[in-house]
């Protein structure tokens, strides 16, 4: 049995017709996820709040680091790894970096008289 057609344009028009099928599928399950999500935080309806005590002693201010951790996570994907295996990513004491650049300040103090 040969081909059924061999028309180019009939041919063409038929995997256009399939591929943009699939795609308006994938589009509508797409969207039927995003409603269905579970991972989806609820969102609480606000309590109506307390009388305010007297204030405790201020905390210190929170560091943003989503840079920084965004660039741990960069790093991480260029040696070939993903960001989910990134178990944790915590903030060291500063003592061994500031102690570095004071050494390197001096050698180059040094160097330049």
């Known amino acids: 049995m040969g081909p059924v057609t061999t028309n180019p344009w009939l041919i063409a028009f038929i995997n256009m017709t399939i591929v943009f099928g699939v795609l308006i599928a994938l589009g509508i399950l ?5 409603v ?3 991972t989806k935080k609820k969102v609480a309806k606000p309590a109506t709040p307390a009388p305010a005590a007297a204030p405790a002693a201020v905390a210190a201010p929170v560091k943003d680091d989503s840079e920084v951790i965004a660039v741990i ?16 990513v915590r903030r060291l004491p500063n003592t061994g970096w500031t102690a570095n650049a004071h050494i ?10």
């Open 30 to 34: 797409m969207s039927l996820i995003q």
């Open 36 to 38: 269905i999500d579970p």
């Open 73 to 88: 996570a960069a790093a991480v994907a260029a040696l070939g790894y993903s960001s989910e295996q990134i178990a944790c």
């Open 104 to 113: 390197e300040a001096i050698s180059v103090r040094k160097e330049c008289f």
